[in-house]
């Protein structure tokens, strides 16, 4: 059913239990972490060689606060606009683990995808440190898990102790603990629909990065199409490529706040 995951800087994690997490939850995984004050998504993962091998590369690069999810889709289909996590705005993202019944049944969005369309986007900017807003969307949510992470690389979780800490890695479920034998995985196929990502996440980073500079590229692609993760246009410059979003897209997050 899920499973978030906080990887705070420094805080070790097997590959094994990422892999348990990625075998119980085998819809599309993402990594979402903060670095230079900005944020960053990476998702639409469907091996999980190309997952480890990006979260290795951001690890070792920058050792930032990760947030991770693992996705097994309840509604909406299995795509990449579906995966976690999700841009709130250009400030914060964020994960989710449960089920939000007060958002109508979509059949090719997500309920988190529309909790976040319909409620997260319309809050002022930095809701997340509002204790009274966080508290009405814990209520509203049905008390689902709720992982933020901002751009200082500072996260808030919602409903903590649902989850729970285990050497200094916080879990939003038991899904990393244990093992799945005999799994048929024959839960559907991968919806394309425009949105996959699998082949794009073939990046290195450049050397010389300097935190300072803000126009300094943060990743260099390969020859690959990139596609805007909220509206799914085809990306051009080094910028949007960096945050996997159109102008369009990352400005209206600014027109927002
Ligand atoms: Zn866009």
Redesign the pocket.
């Known amino acids: 059913m899920c499973i978030a995951v906080l990887l705070k800087k420094d805080v070790k994690i097997s590959e094994a239990t990422l892999k348990n997490c990625w075998e119980n939850n085998d819809d599309g995984a993402g990594i979402g972490f903060a670095y230079g004050g900005n944020i960053y998504i990476r998702k639409g993962y469907t091996k999980f060689e190309s997952f480890y091998k990006s979260f290795l590369e951001i690890r070792q690069k920058f050792n930032p606060t990760m947030i991770l999810h693992f996705r097994w889709a309840t509604q909406g289909k299995r795509n990449t606009r579906n995966c976690h996590p999700f841009y709130i705005n250009k400030n914060i993202m964020f994960c989710h683990n449960g089920v939000i019944t007060h958002i109508a049944y979509d059949s090719e969005l997500s309920d988190t995808y529309l909790f976040n369309q319909t409620v997260l986007k319309k809050l002022p900017i930095d809701f997340y440190k509002n204790e009274i807003l966080m508290e009405l969307i814990r209520r509203y949510s049905s008390y689902s898990k709720f992982l933020f992470l901002n751009n200082e690389g500072q996260y808030y979780i919602l409903n903590e102790s649902a989850g729970h800490w285990n050497g200094g890695v916080w879990y939003s479920s038991e899904d990393y603990s244990w093992k799945r034998y005999g799994y048929s995985g024959n839960r559907g196929t991968w919806n394309k629909n425009n949105y996959n990502y699998e082949s794009y996440y073939q990046y290195d980073y450049y050397d010389n990065y300097q935190n300072n500079n803000k126009n300094t590229k943060i990743v260099k692609f390969h020859d690959k199409e990139y596609l805007?993760?909220?509206?799914?246009?085809k990306l051009y410059t080094s910028i949007d490529i960096d945050r996997l979003?159109?102008s369009?897209?990352?400005y209206k997050f600014i027109k927002n706040t």
Do not use: A, N
């Open positions: 805007c993760v909220e509206c799914g246009i979003l159109c369009k897209c990352y």
